[in-house]
């Protein structure tokens, strides 16, 4: 499964951000999708995923009410609205795909792993 991810940029404190990640293949659907953030020299930390289907979802929770992910299983594509945003968000975002249910948040977990967008607040 190739994931490749869109979006990141440079951006103030406050602004928002969108991510995309595509992930063309007949299996889509039945992949839980998620996000893992990894700052510099900080291990890789959950985010979000969300079931196959798109009904379930589950947040790390200092990100709830900040962060949304969706995804169109129409198009093979998930997404992270990131609004907010704050310095300490900083990261390279990696899309993820796994087998397991949207409660498995341990990101070794994770199957299959896409190249990485970076997110750069400014404060």
């Known amino acids: 499964v190739q994931l490749v991810e869109s979006g990141g940029g440079l951006v103030q404190a406050g602004d928002s951000l969108s991510l995309s990640c595509a992930a063309p293949?007949?299996?889509?659907?039945?992949?839980?999708m998620g996000w893992v953030s990894q700052a510099p020299g900080k291990e890789p930390q959950f985010v979000a995923a969300?079931?196959?289907?798109?009904?379930?979802?589950n947040y790390a929770s200092s990100l709830k009410g900040r962060f949304t992910i969706s995804r169109d299983n129409a198009k093979n594509t998930v997404y992270l609205q990131m609004n907010s945003l704050k310095p300490e968000d900083t990261a390279v975002f990696y899309c993820?795909?796994?087998?397991?249910?949207?409660?498995?948040?341990?990101?070794?977990?994770?199957?299959?792993w896409g190249q990485g967008t970076q997110v750069t607040v400014s404060s």
């Open positions: 293949g007949p299996i889509f659907s039945s992949l839980t």
């Open positions: 993820a795909a796994s087998l397991h249910s949207i409660r498995v948040i341990d990101p070794p977990l994770y199957a299959y």
């Open positions: 969300i079931s196959g289907s798109g009904v379930s979802t």
